[in-house]
């Protein structure tokens, strides 16, 4: 599917929206999205967050490929129109070996363009979590919202939410997230209540595994070894800023930065202001090739 966009300051695009599959080491099927215009001149690897899908970046996607970024996407094991146990993993270090593959991937389809990767909420964790752990060969990376802090879980529900995980991994609860507390945009929160493919329930796993990957990854911004871009909407209250602020300090080396938007809740890319972090993102990422 081609489409058209014509956009202040920037001159008609053609951009190709196209669907794959990618397979995962343990061989469920996984979902790739592409927006891909006719001559990018650089990459990008979108990880979605919890509960939802990579369709959700349609509006991030077009308007970077406009940009003559090549973004690439993928919906999460258990997430979208990905195979899986719904909102569910083993182990935590699933989400890290498919997020290596999509990166294989695309490399391997621009082996000449940089290549960065940027992950929202549960995505901006699992992409904090892979830049520590297994070093990729990317120029930058950026977070949004970035699922980083754990001080608001009192101890007693980490360690029930481990005793349940042993009784019944699979066994799902409420997630708790209030869907107003994604943006200010009424249309945006409507469709995320209304879409099928968002879930509300995670498994005892999953919900174990994403608190102990907070714990391990929250302290490790030392390891990271390529700028980081810090994005997040001050008034989030599904993914405190806080979060971010202290993976920030951690921080060493030059490149990295950190923007808090004042009234922003936690899906700044889909707020009334998303074109002013679309633009922020792109702008420090095009800064990185140089």
């Not at 956009?7 to 469920?28: C, E, I, K, N």
Request: net charge positive; glycine share 8%; with cysteine.
């Amino acid at each position: 599917m081609s489409r058209e966009f014509s956009q202040p300051g920037v001159a008609r695009r053609v951009v190709r929206r196209t669907q794959s599959r990618m397979r995962a080491h343990d061989g469920l099927s996984l979902l790739r999205r592409a927006w891909r215009p006719a001559e990018p001149q650089r990459a990008i690897l979108l990880v979605h967050g919890f509960a939802e899908h990579s369709d959700r970046y349609d509006g991030l996607g077009s308007w970077l490929a406009a940009r003559d970024f090549a973004v690439h996407a993928y919906d999460q094991r258990g997430h979208g129109r990905s195979e899986g146990v719904r909102c569910h993993v083993d182990r935590f270090d699933e989400f890290l070996d498919d997020l290596q593959i999509a990166v294989d991937l695309v490399r391997s389809e621009h082996p000449h363009l940089p290549l960065s990767i940027v992950g929202h909420s549960m995505g901006g964790l699992i992409v904090s979590a892979f830049l520590n752990e297994r070093k990729p060969d990317v120029i930058a990376a950026a977070t949004s919202g970035a699922a980083l802090a754990v001080d608001g879980v009192p101890q007693w529900r980490r360690k029930l939410s481990r005793m349940l995980r042993r009784m019944a991994p699979q066994r799902s609860i409420a997630s708790g997230i209030d869907p107003s507390g994604l943006c200010r945009d009424q249309s945006v929160v409507q469709a995320y209540i209304d879409d099928p493919l968002v879930h509300r329930r995670m498994t005892f796993s999953l919900a174990d595994e994403l608190l102990a990957a907070v714990v391990r990854t929250a302290g490790s911004g030392a390891q990271v070894q390529v700028p980081l871009l810090m994005l997040h909407g001050e008034a989030d209250e599904i993914c405190p800023a806080r979060g971010t602020r202290a993976f920030h300090a951690q921080l060493r080396g030059p490149g990295h930065r950190l923007r808090i938007y004042p009234q922003l809740r936690h899906e700044i890319f889909n707020e009334p202001e998303r074109e002013q972090v679309y633009e922020d993102l792109a702008e420090w990422l095009v800064a990185r090739e140089g």
